[in-house]
């Protein structure tokens, strides 16, 4: 299985833009979905997250309200929606799949994901 993100870019603060997760040679009909991310000179965070079969959508305290995770089940595709962009938004994105469900605790847990997909630089300018 491969994943790849696109859609990052240069955008000024208070902009938008629209992350894609594409999966190919399978899918995770029964797993779960995350978006983390990796400001230069910190460590990968956990940005938001779904599970195929429903549940709790868990964002980042930094990202609510301004971040929506959604998905096309019939593109195997992922989306990251970012809305009222930030300069403290800059970092490499990342998208990271599991084929096994996920417990709510653990969707944040970048262990406990399988798959990971070459990141997308998102810059925001101040």
């Known amino acids: 299985v491969q994943l790849q993100a696109s859609g990052g870019g240069l955008v000024q603060a208070g902009g938008s833009l629209r992350l894609s997760c594409a999966a190919s040679?399978?899918?995770?009909?029964?797993?779960?979905v995350a978006w983390f991310r990796q400001a230069p000179g910190k460590e990968r965070e956990f940005v938001a997250a779904?599970?195929?079969?429903?549940?709790?959508?868990p964002y980042a305290d930094s990202v609510k309200g301004r971040f929506t995770i959604s998905r096309d089940n019939a593109k195997n595709a992922v989306y990251l929606q970012m809305n009222s962009l930030k300069p403290e938004d800059t970092a490499v994105y990342y998208c990271?799949?599991?084929?096994?469900?996920?417990?709510?605790?653990?969707?944040?847990?970048?262990?406990?994901?399988?798959?990971w997909g070459r990141g997308t630089q998102v810059t925001v300018s101040s």
């Open positions: 990271a799949a599991s084929a096994r469900y996920l417990i709510l605790s653990n969707l944040a847990n970048q262990n406990a994901y399988d798959y």
């Open positions: 779904f599970r195929y079969r429903g549940g709790n959508t």
């Open positions: 040679g399978g899918t995770f009909s029964n797993g779960a």
